[in-house]
């Protein structure tokens, strides 16, 4: 007897796999692609972020997504974020369960090194760790 083929389970095999390579293009440094940056809402006071770091609206801090934070691996990496040719660096602070593995949440200030905080949210970026 022969079974037919289940396309589904093709499908999550494939899905699996690409969200596999983007996390180790991501963590190997190695990526083309682009995502967004979002600011992270700190309030006026500091708050600690999943480093246990304690940080602010002015502080040039990053989080970057759970999926690559890696139980706090990352923790005080420095990763570069480029936006239209400009790139700046930034410290990993925290991590953002909200980003997809391509997205980047930047502190008011870090965000304001490429455009003001009421422009909200940055389209393609890319973003590397450095060290």
Known sequence: MFRSLDFRNTH??????????????????????????????????????????????????????????NSGEVCSKTVAVTVQGKTSQFQVVDSCASCNILDINLAPAAFTQFLPVADGILMEVSWVFVD
Not at 31 to 46: D, V, Y
């Open 12 to 69: 999550v095999a494939l899905l699996i796999a690409l969200i596999l390579f983007l996390t180790k293009s991501v963590h190997g440094q190695v990526t083309n692609a682009t995502g967004l940056a979002t600011i992270i809402h700190t309030g006026p006071g500091p708050i600690t972020g999943a480093c246990g770091i304690e940080y602010g609206p002015d502080d040039l801090v990053a989080g970057v997504p759970t999926s690559v934070f």
